[in-house]
């Protein structure tokens, strides 16, 4: 069963601008948060210039973020391109990324090197397998996530991950771990959604 | 055989056709694309160069014959042959049988009889519950990113599949003769409103 928006509201999210660590394509989950590059700061201007196209007035929505640095940096230059106070947000940890425990940091050759039993396990099922060292599965991703979801109750600009919104898109759309783990993770665009449809608005 | 959602699929509806214009429900009762209607399937090729390889993709029409002039134009305006792609008649529109020529607002009384509006069978055509599922078996067959020239119940069925909606939800999508609608990684874009 897909998950569904309440009737009526529709909520905005986006993934944080390009980060130090997405450069080097290392792991990054809670642990390792690093600054925002030159590009992840312009991409954040390029989110707020996207919800002043799609919302007439951008003041009347609520705004949450993950509580991480990068996440939190990116909502405070959205807010602050859109003529807002940079701090008048909100955090839920329910939008943080997937904990990615002990690979936290590695490249994917260097977590695969590391930990080649778990490694192979998680490929197999990354919906029920925990990344090891205190990480999480898909599984309870999707249950925070969907937890955030039933919450809402007004029109909402979030901020979160790269794993979080692919598993957020994927709980929408009814798909599969699978495909879910098959889907891209676009920095500087933004989705919508209303009911269960997701849109992705690019830059102009 | 991979998932029809891991491509990102084009899908345009036929430009303009006379009944369109006449605001006539039209099913598999063909006619000519108006002049308008050559312009949205010549518009909808530029914008389809600009943002896809299409190189890479394949191209499927309805075989009724407004989708295949749309096609046709749409591919001359992209720089590609006119011919070179393919006609399935399960991209056809929903057979609304001896409702066709009816005034199209029309067709919103008609599933009021039977309250159903996903079941209720026209005179001699089709539910859209049959669309649904004739569509769902032609998008099984795609084997990479494909331009898909229909009508307008079939794209919604298209994107129904695709987002995997409810039939309510599905049903309240109209897609309009211009602009493109892209439906890729799970998502929906819709260009040239």
């Known amino acids: 069963m897909a998950l569904r928006l309440a009737d009526g509201l529709t909520l905005y999210f986006a993934r944080h601008g390009e980060t130090e660590a997405n450069v080097e394509k290392r792991f990054q989950g809670h642990t390792s948060d690093t600054p925002l590059t030159e590009k992840g700061l312009w991409q954040a201007q390029e989110i707020a210039s996207i919800i002043a196209k799609c919302v007439t007035d951008p003041a009347t929505l609520s705004y949450v973020s993950s509580p991480l640095h990068r996440a939190e940096r990116t909502m405070e230059i959205v807010r602050a391109t859109l003529g807002l106070p940079a701090d008048g947000f909100a955090t839920d940890p329910r939008l943080i990324e997937i904990d990615l425990g002990a690979w936290d940091g590695l490249t994917h050759a260097e977590a695969k090197a590391r930990f080649p039993e778990a490694y192979k396990t998680r490929e197999a099922d990354k919906w ?15 249950e925070r996530l969907e937890s955030f979801i039933g919450d809402l109750s007004a029109d909402t600009f979030a901020i979160s991950h790269g794993a979080a919104t692919r598993i957020l898109r994927g709980l929408f759309a009814g798909m599969t771990w699978q495909q879910m783990s098959a889907l891209d993770e676009p920095q500087g665009v933004v989705f919508s959604v209303r009911g269960s449809v997701v849109v992705r608005h690019d830059p102009a | ?44 090729g530029r914008a389809l160069a600009e943002m896809a390889d299409l190189a890479a993709l394949d191209f499927f029409a309805s075989s009724l014959h407004r989708a295949c002039c749309t096609m046709e134009l749409l591919r001359e305006a992209a720089g590609l042959p006119a011919t070179g792609y393919h006609a399935d008649r399960r991209l056809m529109e929903g057979d609304i049988g001896d409702h066709s020529r009816l005034p199209a607002t029309d067709m919103l009384r008609y599933p009021n009889e039977s309250p159903d509006m996903w079941e209720y069978v026209h005179p001699d055509g089709e539910s859209v519950a049959q ?16 331009v898909l020239v229909s009508h307008a119940l079939t794209s919604s069925m298209i994107r129904a599949h695709y987002l995997n909606l409810s039939p309510e939800e599905a049903l309240r999508y109209h897609m309009p003769n211009a602009g493109l609608l892209r439906l890729s990684m799970g998502t929906e874009t819709l260009f040239g409103e």
């Open chain 1, 128 to 142: 029920n397998v925990d990344v090891p060292g205190g990480g999480e599965n898909y599984k309870s991703v999707a």
């Open chain 2, 1 to 44: 055989m991979p998932d029809f959602r891991a491509f990102t699929l084009y899908v345009v509806r036929h430009g303009e056709c006379e009944h369109n214009a006449a605001g006539w429900a039209a099913g598999h009762d063909d006619s000519p694309l108006t002049e308008r209607g050559r312009g949205h399937a010549r518009a909808n």
């Open chain 2, 131 to 146: 669309v649904h599922a004739r569509v769902g078996r032609f998008l099984k067959t795609l084997k990479r990113d494909s």
